[in-house]
Structures are given as structure tokens and as C-alpha cells.
């Protein structure tokens, strides 16, 4: 009986590994991907490297104009993701289970934020370059419809986890609406909703990077007008810029964290 | 008796003292809570620093009423008037497919990476200081933004599914190594100390202990992953022309201005999304907490 329970589980994992080695070999061939090219990319990249892709004396004249750009890229970032979390704020109360008003609301916002959240921060962009053209407008509303999304789904999880007891406590002790929001639901769950603020100005850095290639602003537009006309060590210069940007936020909203939670 | 209203005097000038004391004390250092103190700096320097973001904003004389005007008519005809012109709606599931395939492939390569890199990652199965090493790694190579890994590998074997999953490696191997290790190193210290005392090399703890215990965690974590990626995908089709219906939506906006198509395309990766979402979400709630 045992051995029967060992053998089988046994030929389970043989048939799915199985399964899954021909379906990835599949995809392979279905996507043109090739393996060893992809391997073979990691030493030709890092020669390229160190050939050619690091910041020399000439790009370093670049500098402020590089840095002129990663403030509007990280500016981009912060405005949005602040702007984002209040509407996305209003949409987790409405929508959270635990203070919702009815739920005929907390189904409709639920919807709006999965719709702004679903649709990627590329297609947002590439909807809105019809009119806001190639303004800094453009990304910024792109990140905030997208961050807008995504924050009201993790604030939704932040509220849920206070729970039912203070709330029924406040209704019992005649606390209105009102109250058990700013009294019991925001102080008990401010610092993860903060948390999460955090995270989405640190991911948004990076996704206003990749929106700057698309529209033409901050940063990206600067590496990709660099890569393009091939001077790459102005590029990797802008490279060294943003992982010390990124490092720094980091620090800062780990440090801040560490306060808070 | 003169004892006792000696001990007596003594004890209520003790209290006394005591309470003012403490009075004093509370009067001269109110309360000082550092929780909500750094929650009010941040969101102040917050506040303060998106009004100023409002200011350096390259406008490009936008009028920005006209502009949400023509955004709000364009959104309408995208999204109740889409239709399909350059390609028909089989070619965009093709793209379609061939965006998952994307993100299927680079979900798998980095989490075999990140499954072995992990291990060494995790503070019960490794030292201290090959597991800062791997993490100091990591923090670097998710420090730079996906499109830009893409294109930085698309220069030595050029544009297209190779470059594009090579770069996707990079963060789905990041994310999942932090998740990874993570999930290492909730098992319990005693049974890795178990098998040690039965003379159990490195790799029978690692294949007879931490992978049964841990294995519906790295799957769940590997299918959270592999949703990213989609969206990854799309956006690296888009903006560095990987393929798949990225490059097709990219195509659709900033070369053919067909707003009708832009909607189309957006409703089939929306549909994709949601699907993925719901699934991951499914697992989420089944496999992690």
C-alpha cells in the first residue's frame, strides 16, 4: 500500500516534469528562442561591457542634462503614485468589505481599479500619446491610472486586515461612518497603506524609465536617443545614474519602514 | 505610635514625590511617538514634493482641458468602435501566444536560476556571507529597469525573442529569489540539524527537506511571476521591439494612428490580464499565508 503511494506520487512527478519539459521546448521553438545564443549572450554582453559600455571622461560632460532628465523621471514617479494613492484611497474604502457603504459601490470601484490596473502601463500610454502627445503629462497620467489600480487592490488588503472587531466596536458604542474610518480603519492601517506607497514610487522609477522610451520624456528618452545614435557610454552613464537613484529611494523608504512598521 | 505617624508621614511624602515626579517628567517629554511622527514627515515631504513635481513638468504647451477632451472621445471610439485592420484577430492571438511564450520561457530560466541562487541565498542553508553577496547581487540587478536589461543584451545578439527573454531573466530572477529564499528559510532549524546528525550531505537537505517543504510556495511564487511577465513582455515589445502584441499595439498607436486597433489589441491583452489575475489570486490565497 505504502510502496503503491510512493510509486505513484513518484510517476506523477515523472509525468509532470515530462509535460512540462515538452511544452517549454515547444515555446522555444514556437518563440524562436534560442538557448544557447541566450547563454552565449551573457559572455558577449559582458565583454561588450567592458569594452565599450562604461561611463568614460567625455559622456561625464552629459551629466546635468542626465540629471536634469532622472528628476523628471523620478518626479514623474512620486507625483503620480501620491496623486494615485489618494483616489486609490477613496475606491479601497468604498470597496473593502469591512467599509464599504453598499455593495452594489464596492463592486463598481472594485471594477474600475481591476480595469485601470489589467490593462499594462504600455497600452495606457500608447492611448494617451493620441493627446497629451509627448508631455511629461503623458506618463504621469499613465503611471497614475496604472499605480491607481494596483494601490486600490493592495489598500483593499490593508483595510481587510483590520478586520471586523473595531469597526462592530465603534458601531456599538455609536460611532458613525466617519468615525470608524479615521478612529479605528486609517490609524490601524496607515503604515501599510504607506508601505505600499513606498514600493509603487520605487516600481514606478522604473516603469517611468521604460514610458519614457515610449513618449519621449525624462531619463528613457535620453538613454534611448543615446543608444540609438550608438554613443553607449553616455548611455551606460545613464544606466549608473538610475541604479544609484533606485538605490537611494531604496534606502530611504527602507529606512522609513523600519520607523513605521 | 510616634513610629507610626512617622512611617506614615514617610509614606505619603514618598507617594507625593512619586507623583509629582512623575508629573514633572510627563510635563518636561510629552509623549513622543516615533511611528506617527515619521508617518507625518512622510506624507508632508510627499505632498510637498508632487506640488513641485506639478511645476517642472515639460508641458510642451498642452492645453490640458483639449487634452482629456480628446482623450475621453478617443477612449469611447477605442473601446466601443475597436476593430482590427493590419491583422486579423487570429494573427492577435498568435502575438498574443507569443507574448505568454515570452514570459513562460524567462519565468522559467529565472526561476531555475533564482531555485539555486536562493539556496545560497538562505541564511540556514548558507553563510552569512555568500548570502549578503547574493543579495547585494540582486539588489543591483534589479536596480536597473527591464527594457533597459533588453536592450543592453539586444546590442551583442540583436533585437527580438532571445534579447527579450534574457532581459525578462533578470527581474523575474530577482523577485523570485528574494521569494525563494524567503520560503528556504521558514523551515524549522531542527530538521536541517536532524539530518546533518544522520550524516546528510548538502544537497540530500536540500532535496529531502527544504524542496518538499517549500515546493507549493516556489510554484505558487513561480505562476505570481509568470503574470508579471506577461505584462512585462507587452511593455518590452513595445518599447524595445521584442515582438509579440507589444510590438503591435506600439505599432497600431505610434506608427498607424489607429485608435480603433489600439482598442482592440488593448482589450485582447486585457483579457489575457484578468484571466492571469484571477488565477494567480486563486493560488495566492490557496498556497501563501
Not at chain 1, 522555444?28 to 544557447?36: E, G
Not at chain 1, 531619463?219 to 538610475?242: C, E, P, Q, R
Not at chain 2, 482590427?84 to 492571438?93: A, D, K, S, V
Not at chain 2, 518590452?236 to 489607429?258: K, P, T, W
Request: glycine letters at 6%; hydrophobic letters at 55%; proline letters at 1%.
Amino acid at each position: 500500500m505504502k510502496l503503491d503511494y510512493f510509486s505513484k506520487k513518484r510517476w506523477t512527478g515523472v509525468i509532470f516534469l515530462a509535460v512540462f519539459i515538452v511544452l517549454s521546448i515547444w515555446v522555444a521553438s514556437y518563440t524562436r528562442f534560442d538557448l544557447s545564443r541566450g547563454l552565449g549572450s551573457f559572455v558577449k554582453a559582458f565583454n561588450w561591457t567592458i569594452s565599450s559600455f562604461y561611463p568614460d571622461s567625455a559622456s561625464l560632460v552629459r551629466l546635468p542634462a542626465i540629471l536634469i532628465k532622472l528628476r523628471e523621471t523620478i518626479f514623474m514617479a512620486i507625483a503620480s503614485t501620491t496623486i494615485a494613492s489618494v483616489f486609490a484611497l477613496f475606491f479601497a474604502l468604498s470597496g473593502s468589505k469591512v467599509t464599504q457603504v453598499n455593495s452594489f459601490l464596492s463592486i463598481v470601484s472594485r471594477g474600475i481599479a481591476s480595469f485601470s490596473r489589467n490593462i499594462p502601463v504600455v497600452a495606457w500610454a500608447m492611448i494617451l500619446l493620441f493627446s497629451f502627445g509627448q508631455s511629461s503629462l503623458t506618463g504621469f497620467l499613465a503611471l497614475f491610472v496604472a499605480t491607481f489600480g494596483f494601490l486600490t487592490r493592495a489598500f483593499i488588503e490593508s483595510i481587510d486586515e483590520v478586520g471586523h472587531e473595531p469597526v462592530e466596536a465603534l458601531k456599538a458604542s455609536g460611532g458613525n461612518y466617519f468615525h470608524i474610518v479615521f478612529q479605528a480603519v486609517l490609524p490601524m492601517s496607515l503604515s501599510q497603506i504607506i508601505s505600499w506607497i513606498l514600493y509603487m514610487i520605487e516600481t514606478n522609477i522604473r516603469s517611468a524609465t521604460l514610458l519614457g522610451i515610449l513618449t519621449g520624456t525624462g531619463i528613457g528618452f535620453l538613454f534611448d536617443l543615446y543608444y540609438k545614435t550608438f554613443n553607449y557610454h553616455a548611455a551606460s552613464l545613464v544606466v549608473v545614474v538610475i541604479v544609484i537613484a533606485v538605490f537611494f529611494i531604496e534606502f530611504l523608504s527602507n529606512y522609513i519602514r523600519r520607523l513605521i512598521l | 505610635m510616634q513610629i507610626q505617624e512617622s512611617i506614615y508621614h514617610l509614606w505619603i511624602n514618598s507617594t507625593k514625590d512619586k507623583s509629582v515626579d512623575l508629573l514633572a517628567k510627563y510635563n518636561e517629554r510629552k509623549p513622543f511617538n516615533k511611528t506617527s511622527f515619521a508617518i507625518k514627515i512622510t506624507l508632508i515631504a510627499l505632498l510637498i514634493l508632487t506640488i513641485y513635481s506639478f511645476y517642472t513638468f515639460d508641458y510642451k504647451n498642452l492645453i490640458i482641458i483639449d487634452a482629456v477632451k480628446d482623450t475621453l472621445i478617443n477612449m469611447r471610439t477605442m473601446f466601443f468602435g475597436a476593430s482590427l485592420r493590419n491583422f486579423t484577430i487570429l494573427e492577435g492571438i498568435r502575438q498574443v501566444s507569443f507574448t505568454l511564450g515570452i514570459a513562460f520561457l524567462a519565468t522559467l530560466t529565472g526561476g531555475i536560476s533564482a531555485f539555486f541562487l536562493g539556496l545560497l541565498a538562505a541564511q540556514n542553508l548558507s553563510t552569512k556571507l555568500v548570502s549578503n553577496v547574493v543579495k547585494g547581487f540582486v539588489s543591483f540587478v534589479r536596480a536597473v529597469p527591464t527594457v533597459l536589461w533588453v536592450l543592453i543584451f539586444a546590442v551583442s545578439i540583436g533585437l527580438g525573442s532571445t534579447a527579450a527573454v534574457v532581459g525578462l531573466t533578470f527581474h523575474s530572477f530577482g523577485y523570485l529569489l528574494k521569494a525563494f529564499s524567503e520560503s528556504f528559510e521558514e523551515l524549522d532549524h531542527g530538521v536541517i540539524e536532524a539530518l546533518t546528525a544522520c550524516g546528510a550531505n548538502w544537497w540530500q537537505i536540500v532535496f529531502q527537506a527544504v524542496v518538499p517543504s517549500s515546493l507549493s510556495y516556489l510554484l505558487a511564487w513561480t505562476f505570481i511571476r509568470f503574470e508579471i511577465n506577461f505584462v512585462e513582455a507587452v511593455a518590452v515589445g513595445a518599447a524595445a521591439g521584442a515582438g509579440g502584441i507589444g510590438f503591435e499595439l506600439f505599432m497600431a498607436s505610434a506608427r498607424y494612428f489607429n485608435i480603433r486597433e489600439v482598442g482592440a489589441i488593448t482589450f485582447l491583452i486585457l483579457a489575457v490580464a484578468i484571466i492571469l489575475e484571477l488565477t494567480s489570486s486563486r493560488i495566492k490565497t490557496k498556497f501563501i499565508k
